[in-house]
């Protein structure tokens, strides 16, 4: 009886950790200049430009300090682009309405109704079974999403050389390389779009701006449905405000889709040290692949609960 | 002071588990699939458990009313990595949970009803939380009912108009 006090007493702890840092969220956001504080608190000298390591947006996973600023705001419902979504052209609105999201607010429910003060696209979640999600068929993120969502649960690495820095996302096991050694960026008539597109960097002061373009179109911007076109540049900002955090602010360019450039909310990770990221003593970020053969078993789950399928093959 | 002790472990467990909800709605939309604002609990025997993206799934019997088996299908709240990272790597959790297993399930139902749904905890005979998870305390145990808590369906469910 005791050992079950106990239990139930370091869940709600921790879930209080988890809501003492929403809320710490929202004051700091509210307080600090731009739009977001710091809950680092490390002193020491480091190298700004210096983006190297393992990071997470959920730095609680690894028994260290929380970081109310590394989630998004408690506004929205999730994880995402953000920001301020613009009118689309009619070409981007045939296509967001293409898309039927299973992240959000349920499309009907009594808060969708309520929360008119977000975009559709945060409140319109249908059932997996019944949605088109393009990861539900462990189909390539895209690179906007993988960054918008990478830390939250699986986390990143970046690995810095001379002439490139390369980003590698733990969920689905994707990279992107950015070529900081002066290179133009290729001419997209002349080669493949990309699910990650073709990045260059370069420095301005201790901000590292990165342009994107090239990206393939069957990828939705973020987990919510909206659509991004073939034509888009993604412009990135990434600094290191503190020690132990990384912060990045993207911006997206796309009239074919949007009638105005799209700024996202900033995104913020937390520096894991190695040996807080490891299992068994190996350290670094897991091989975790969406599979297509172990995602069609789920979807056989999934579809069991939203009554279709006959589940012959995930019932025992 | 003994009940102001027990009024804070209520009043944190309400926040956590409405934040619970919140996150969920984020996991791959399994709080859209299953009801998970009305948890229930259950003993049960694992007959399958599989350990893989994005989510791991399991198939369990519920032995019913006057000695009638249920077999569910359910899929867990959490994943592989999450897991692993708690030390519930997958030999020790498929030793934990190898077939025949009888543990106490923490689950809500599929919101279009039947034997289906999503795991938030495992416990063994024990009283250990296995792979991790969230419990609900106060859930209702349903042990031996049939069927479970079912949700009343009256209106269609959302995107069903997209059904194959």
Known sequence: ?316 | MRRGIHWTISALCTVGLALTATYAGAHHGSSISYDTTKLWTTWATVTQFNYANPHPTMTFDRIVGDGEVEHWVAELLTNPSTMARAGWTRKRTLEALAPGTRVKLTLGTARAGGFSGIVMRIENEEGESIGGGFGAPGAPDLDGVPGGLQPERNEPLPGQEHAR
């Not at chain 1, 045939?94 to 898309?99: D, I």
């Not at chain 1, 073939?230 to 990135?236: H, K, Q």
């Open chain 1, 1 to 316: 009886m005791t050992k079950r006090r106990t239990l139930i007493a370091a869940a709600c702890f921790t879930l209080t950790l988890i809501a003492q840092g929403v809320a710490a969220q929202g004051e700091r956001q509210a307080a600090a200049p731009g739009g977001i504080g710091s809950s680092d608190t490390d002193t020491r000298s480091y190298d700004k430009r210096d983006f190297s390591g393992l990071w997470s947006r959920a730095p609680q996973q690894y028994d260290l300090g929380p970081c109310p600023e590394c989630r998004d705001p408690a506004t929205w419902p999730g994880y995402g682009f953000f920001g301020e979504t613009p009118p689309m052209t009619p070409e981007g609105q045939r296509r967001f309405e293409e898309n039927r999201p299973s992240r959000g607010l349920e499309l009907g429910s009594e808060e969708a109704e309520r929360r008119t003060d977000i975009h559709i696209g945060y409140r319109r979640a249908v059932l997996p079974a019944f949605g088109n999600d393009p990861e539900m068929r462990c189909e390539p993120l895209g690179l906007a999403r993988l960054i918008t969502f990478s830390g939250i649960g699986a986390a990143m690495e970046i690995v810095q050389t001379e002439d490139r820095i390369v980003q590698l996302f733990e969920w689905t096991w994707d990279f992107r390389d950015i070529w900081m050694d002066g290179r133009e960026l290729p001419n997209v008539e002349d080669y493949l779009p990309r699910f990650n597109g073709y990045s260059v960097g370069r420095w301005e002061g201790d901000t590292l701006v990165v342009t994107s373009t090239g990206f393939d179109d069957r990828q939705w911007l973020d987990q919510y449905g909206f659509p991004i076109s073939s034509e888009a540049v993604l412009e990135e900002r990434w600094d290191r405000p503190s020690p132990n955090r990384l912060r990045a602010r993207l911006k997206l360019i796309d009239p074919l889709t949007y009638t105005e450039p799209w700024e996202s909310s900033p995104k913020v990770w937390a520096l894991i040290p190695k040996e807080k990221m490891a299992i068994g003593g190996w350290s670094g970020i897991l091989e975790d692949r969406c599979v297509p053969s172990d995602e069609s078993l789920f979807n056989q789950f999934r579809d069991r609960a939203a009554g279709i399928g006959d589940g012959e093959s995930a019932a025992p």
